[in-house]
Nanobody, 126 residues
């Protein structure tokens, strides 16, 4: 069992930045690929970024490429999402998730992740 807790969300002006964190307990994160997803009101949850177990592979949604950076520190059992150049359409609840996958694989679908955090709200104002 893995427990995930996100932090770092908040209200930011367009063009601003935030650093989201996802801290894990219960099991070492090095056994899991990690992903960040987001869900805006009235919309389905969507994949934002993912990173393989060892951190060698990453993957991003087209809408965030070049603006968001996912990283992980397995020694600290924490995954990060640096979100830059924020736009109002980035407003959503951001959740991290852990899933089992082969070493260099980054799962991109909700169903490929087994454990989820509660989420942290990111609101981008004009």
């Amino acid at each position: 069992q893995v427990q995930l807790v996100e932090s770092g969300g908040g209200l930011v002006q367009a063009g601003g930045s935030l650093r989201l964190s996802c801290a894990a307990s219960g099991r070492t994160l090095s056994s899991y690929a990690m992903g960040w997803f987001r869900q805006a009101p009235g919309k389905e949850r969507e994949f934002v970024a993912g990173i393989s177990r060892g951190g060698s592979s990453t993957n991003y949604a087209d809408s965030v490429k070049g603006r968001f950076i996912i990283s992980r520190d397995n020694a600290k059992n924490t995954v990060y999402l640096q979100v830059n150049s924020l736009k109002p359409e980035d407003t959503a609840v951001y959740s991290c998730a852990a899933g089992r996958a082969p070493a260099a694989v980054v799962p991109g679908n909700v169903g490929q992740y087994d454990y989820w955090g509660q989420g942290t709200q990111v609101t981008v104002s004009i």
